[in-house]
């Protein structure tokens, strides 16, 4: 299982997941370094769109002679600057673009001064924004790479990866630096913008997926709501995740790169009538990432705010308008600007298991788990739990884990609306199969779902498990842990608990590997003060009334 990440080096910025300067070998705590939510997309803040701490340093550097019919020669400009400690989170350095610019290339870095252990170095995002402004949720939003890229252009017909192709109109664009962390001897930065004359060449089109592949009518459908490509800090491309999908065994899949979305014109030959492609968005701020599931094709979010700006209801609004999920991910993550801060009053489900299950994966569980009995007692709305793999790049499986949904068909208003209701459980991989029901008064229940009965009614809990060999089966009520029982060696079987509404308000299930020695209780490289292997499935519950709620 995964470890802590070894220290930095002195003279080197804190790790931040997915940034290549952080690169280590992409097993055990690797998975939680490129993770976990490419910090190298960089959050920023509303208080970082206020200009520079010092104004930008221009120096022309023109290229050769005009082109034919009076077209502006290529020109390159060179921005530097000294960002101290304290800087706004946005830096925002304008670039003039004239008529007859058909492309627009960007490079850039920065110094990396020796900073005392513990101490953070230096870390720089960089993105762009065109000639219709910077605006906090505004139009101008033109390409974000955070750090995962020195380089990238745009033009018409064409962008780099987390860029958006499109018109190059004359006006003041602005390339944007996101100075994550400065080193106490502050950032010297150096931008090289290169404006490339000629015509414009032809329009991007755009090739965005369908809505609805071939489904099964009303069944379980398994997929993986949290995947990053190469159009932010993950290492594959969109074929290639489309590729591992299918080869986990999924039936849908939601595109999330961090704070862009100019993957979801690449996903439309990708999908197909076996695989269900939604277009997202992972939002990346300085107090926590969240996931916009089911955006319309082409839409993007901001991020550009913290939780005490109060802005981020207003994106989740705008997430809901266009009949999407909002979802915060990963808790409970312990890298910097990745632990939730924004509440859960907007959200509609919780991930609380991303990519391999390790502390933080236990405290989301523990968390969302305690928030069920309050909200059931409060007569509110509970919140579903998801299941995600977060995967970036090999070896990190796509799939691993995922959601298994009851939906209508496979579309995307089934798929969002089953797990917007709970209507689902989370497995390790398609190896693990589940079926979670409670009986009681002629009446049945399945997950997601409310048995109304006599507080005194006898209810069975029936859980069959196929594919944990050895494993544990837990069931929880709001109480606790009231039932536990292993599973035969060829990980299939049933275990039925008796119990009525009056004694328990919900009842949930776990299903654990063994430890590493083979005990329910210690011996396994998270160690031994858990109690239990890791998770192989885990359900929403199903919820018990006695009518009086």
């Known amino acids: 299982m995964p470890t802590e990440p070894s220290a930095p080096r002195p003279d080197q910025p804190t790790p931040r997941p997915g940034d290549p300067s952080a690169a280590q070998p992409v097993t055990g705590p690797a998975r939680r370094d490129l993770l976990r939510t490419g910090l190298a997309t960089g959050?920023?803040?509303?208080?970082?769109?206020?200009?520079?701490?010092?104004?930008?340093?221009?120096?022309?550097?023109?290229?050769?002679?005009?082109?034919?019919?009076?077209?502006?020669?290529d020109r390159t400009l060179i921005l530097t600057g000294?960002?101290?400690?304290?800087?706004?989170?946005?830096?925002?350095?304008?670039?003039?673009?004239?008529?007859?610019?058909?492309?627009?290339?960007?490079?850039?870095?920065?110094?990396?001064?020796?900073?005392?252990?513990?101490?953070?170095?230096?870390?720089?995002?960089i993105g762009i924004f065109d000639e219709r402004g910077t605006d906090l949720g505004g139009p101008g939003f033109r390409g974000w790479s955070g750090g995962f890229r020195t380089e990238f252009s745009l033009s018409r017909g064409a962008a780099t990866p987390g860029y958006l192709p499109g018109p190059v109109n004359p006006g003041t664009w602005h390339v944007v630096l996101g100075p994550y962390q400065i080193a106490p001897q502050g950032l010297d930065y150096h931008v090289e913008v290169t404006l490339?004359?000629?015509?414009?060449?032809?329009?991007?089109?755009?090739h965005y997926p369908a809505e609805r592949a071939r489904g099964r009518g009303r069944a379980w459908y398994r997929g993986d709501c949290h995947l990053h490509t190469v159009h932010s800090d993950g290492r594959r491309k969109p074929e290639e995740v489309a590729a591992g999908a299918r080869a986990a065994g999924l039936d849908f899949i939601v595109s999330t790169d961090h704070?862009?979305?100019?993957?979801?014109?690449?996903?439309?030959?990708?999908?197909?009538?076996?695989?269900?492609?939604?277009?997202?968005?992972?939002?990346?701020?300085?107090?926590?990432?969240?996931?916009?599931?089911?955006?319309?094709?082409?839409?993007f979010v901001d991020w550009r705010y913290r939780s005490r700006d109060e802005e981020f209801p207003r994106f989740a609004r705008q997430v809901h308008r266009a009949g999407g999920l909002v979802v915060p991910a990963h808790p409970y993550c312990p890298y910097v600007a990745c632990q939730w801060k924004f509440g859960y009053d907007q959200a509609d489900a919780v991930e609380v298991w991303n990519g391999p299950w390790t502390y933080d994966d236990e405290s989301a569980v523990d968390t969302w788990d305690g928030r069920l009995a309050v909200a059931l007692r409060e007569g509110r709305s509970w919140l579903p739990a998801l299941g995600n793999s977060d995967a970036h790049s090999e070896p990190q499986?796509?799939?691993?884990?995922?959601t298994v949904v009851l939906a209508e068909d496979l579309t995307r208003d089934a798929i969002l609306d089953g797990l917007r209701a709970g209507h689902s459980w989370l497995a390790e991989s398609s190896a693990v199969g589940l079926e979670f029901t409670v009986t009681g008064n002629g009446r049945q229940a399945g997950i997601g779902e409310e048995l109304t009965v006599p507080a005194d009614a006898p209810?069975?809990?029936?859980?069959?498990?196929?594919?944990?060999?050895?494993?544990?089966?837990?069931?929880?009520?709001?109480?606790?842990?009231?039932?536990?029982?292993?599973?035969?060696?060829?990980?299939?079987?049933?275990?039925?608990?008796?119990?009525?509404?009056?004694?328990a308000a919900y009842v949930r299930a776990e299903v654990r590997h063994p430890k590493a020695d083979?005990?329910?209780?210690?011996g396994n490289a998270m160690g031994p003060d858990l109690p239990w292997g890791p998770m192989a499935a885990l359900t929403n519950p199903i919820v018990l009334s006695t009518g009086g709620r």
């Open 82 to 125: 000294h960002l101290p400690t304290g800087s706004p989170d946005f830096v925002h350095l304008p670039v003039e673009v004239p008529e007859g610019i058909r492309e627009i290339a960007v490079s850039y870095g920065y110094d990396k001064p020796q900073v005392p252990a513990g101490t953070p170095g230096n870390s720089c995002d």
């Open 459 to 503: 209810l069975d809990v029936r859980v069959t498990v196929s594919g944990v060999p050895g494993g544990t089966v837990r069931l929880l009520t709001d109480e606790g842990q009231m039932h536990q029982e292993s599973l035969p060696a060829d990980g299939s079987g049933t275990v039925v608990w008796r119990t009525t509404a009056s004694l």
């Open 259 to 299: 704070n862009t979305s100019s993957s979801h014109a690449a996903w439309g030959p990708l999908a197909g009538p076996d695989l269900l492609i939604l277009p997202g968005e992972e939002i990346t701020t300085r107090n926590g990432h969240w996931l916009a599931l089911g955006l319309k094709p082409g839409q």
């Open 196 to 206: 490339r004359s000629g015509a414009p060449g032809p329009q991007f089109t755009p």
């Open 518 to 522: 083979g005990t329910p209780g210690k």
């Open 397 to 402: 499986p796509i799939g691993s884990p995922h």
């Open 43 to 73: 959050a920023a803040t509303a208080l970082g769109l206020a200009a520079a701490t010092g104004p930008a340093h221009a120096t022309p550097a023109d290229g050769p002679g005009g082109s034919p019919g009076g077209a502006p020669a």
